[in-house]
């Protein structure tokens, strides 16, 4: 092993005619049930993977829920120095507790990560409809889905580097939903059942074309949208020729992707920042769905769909000197 001028580990070419080796996640205590914890199995599932040389497959239970709930430095999948790996979901959808997020991938070689799909429980959001506007009073009137505004209430917590709490309100565009940011001074109950009123920070103004009964608008759960946290959901940095195809990450509560100073081929195929489809979600990440900077890699998004971001679907940048 040797290590790069830029800091990247260079690790021994792969053997092109090795079998990788398949380990299937049950083998190793994931139950799948979309209730019990199956974080440390699949802690016991990455230590037996790295462990081993020449290509590895870790493969879960097809079509699944993968609950996670706790993990090391509060990343499910944190690989360093890894190569020739592929994580396989084979289609389960792995179900983040509010303070995890999904992958470290730093200093690695020929990684592929396919068919999987990545939600949190409890959501960093709740959705609502406007139903009255006081400009006097800087504040909005919300009717929530049942049971769901007790979740909204309270402003910003600065917890665990909280950067920012904005909501994002919601209109009809000529080709789709359009949104406007407002920051949230604070969120209280509401006039009547199932209702809260929010009111804007100083900086928010643009009160008066908002319709109310046709505007929607996502509200910030306090304590989890917004945080900082440990990074971004799939943080990608530093690592030589990577694949990324069929994943789905239907919500973050920061940015989706921080994908940083790579180099070699970076592929993401078919990777969608959506909010989940036929749930009536308005809002996937609660930041960028791609943060990209400083990479030297060939970087190719084919056939991938970004809707519902709270900031940008894509923020890339490079930068150099002579």
């Not at 920070?201 to 946290?229: M, Q, T």
Request: aromatic share 10%; glycine share 8%.
């Amino acid at each position: 092993m040797a290590v790069c001028l830029n800091g990247c580990v260079a690790l021994e070419p792969s053997r092109a005619d090795a079998a990788p080796r398949v380990l299937m996640a049950k083998d190793f205590g994931v139950l799948a049930d979309g209730l019990s914890d199956d974080g440390p199995a699949i802690q016991r599932l990455l230590a037996a993977a790295q462990a081993l040389t020449g290509p590895v497959v870790m493969q879960f239970p097809p079509g699944k829920i993968v609950r996670a709930l706790t993990a090391p430095e509060r990343y499910l999948f944190r690989l360093n120095e890894t190569a020739d790996l592929t994580l396989d979901g084979t289609g389960c959808t792995f179900l983040l507790g509010p303070n995890i997020r999904f992958l470290s991938l730093t200093r690695s070689h020929r990684v592929t990560v396919r068919n999987l799909a990545i939600d949190f429980s409890p959501l960093p959001f709740v959705d609502g409809t406007i139903v009255a506007v006081n400009e006097n009073t800087r504040s909005f009137d919300i009717h929530m889905p049942p049971d769901s505004a007790a979740q909204a209430l309270g402003g910003p917590t600065r917890e665990d580097g909280e950067q920012a709490f904005f909501s994002m309100l919601w209109y009809q565009g000529p080709y789709g939903l359009l949104s406007r940011h407002c920051w949230v001074k604070d969120v209280k109950p509401g006039p009547g059942a199932d209702s809260v009123r929010l009111f804007a920070a100083d900086s928010f103004s643009a009160f008066s074309d908002i319709v109310p009964g046709e505007w929607r608008v996502s509200l910030p759960v306090p304590g989890i949208a917004h945080r900082y946290g440990p990074g971004a959901c799939l943080e990608i940095s530093d690592n030589d020729t990577l694949n990324l195809e069929d994943v789905e990450l239907w919500s973050a509560p920061w940015f989706g992707f921080h994908v940083c100073r790579n180099q070699g081929t970076v592929t993401f195929r078919r990777v969608h920042v959506r909010p989940k489809p036929s749930s009536g979600r308005l809002t996937s990440t609660w930041r960028d769905g791609f943060h990209v900077k400083g990479n030297s890699a060939t970087l190719l998004w084919e056939d991938c769909i970004l809707e519902g971001m709270n900031d940008d679907a894509f923020n890339l940048s490079t930068h150099s000197s002579r």
